[in-house]
């Protein structure tokens, strides 16, 4: 089982940047492809990012992908998105989730229903 914990949201302007990890526990880690997800209120969750085990592959959704990075450090069971450019429309409780058998590939990363374990969230707020 991997347990995970969302830090690093806050309040910032618009342009600003903000950096979130998720830190995981489990003895799977290493090998769970992790995913990032939004819920702006009043509207459904989104896929934000995801990347593999290994950390070799990336996925971004079209709104994001030129201003943010996601990463991780096996060495500190960690997973980080880089949030550059940020808009209002950013605005959103940010979740990490996890898969127990990687599904990311052939358009399957933003699937919800494939992430096995998800955090609690933290909240981001972007004013203009």
């Known amino acids: 089982r991997v347990h995970l914990v969302e830090s690093g949201g806050g309040s910032v302007e618009t342009g600003g940047s903000l950096t979130l990890s998720c830190a995981a526990s489990?003895?799977?880690?290493?090998?769970?492809?992790i995913g990032w997800f939004r819920q702006a209120p009043g509207k459904e969750r989104e896929a934000v990012a995801a990347?593999?085990?290994?950390?070799?592959?990336?996925y971004y959704a079209d709104s994001v992908e030129e201003r943010f990075s996601i990463s991780r450090d096996h060495a500190k069971n960690s997973v980080y998105l880089q949030m550059n450019s940020l808009q209002p429309e950013d605005t959103a409780t940010y979740y990490c989730?996890?898969?127990?058998?990687?599904?990311?590939?052939?358009?399957?990363?933003?699937?919800?229903?494939?992430?096995?374990?998800w955090g609690q969230g933290t909240q981001v707020t972007v004013s203009s």
């Open positions: 989730a996890a898969q127990d058998l990687c599904a990311l590939s052939g358009g399957r990363w933003p699937t919800q229903a494939l992430y096995d374990y």
């Open positions: 990347i593999t085990g290994p950390g070799q592959i990336t």
């Open positions: 489990g003895d799977t880690y290493s090998r769970n492809c």
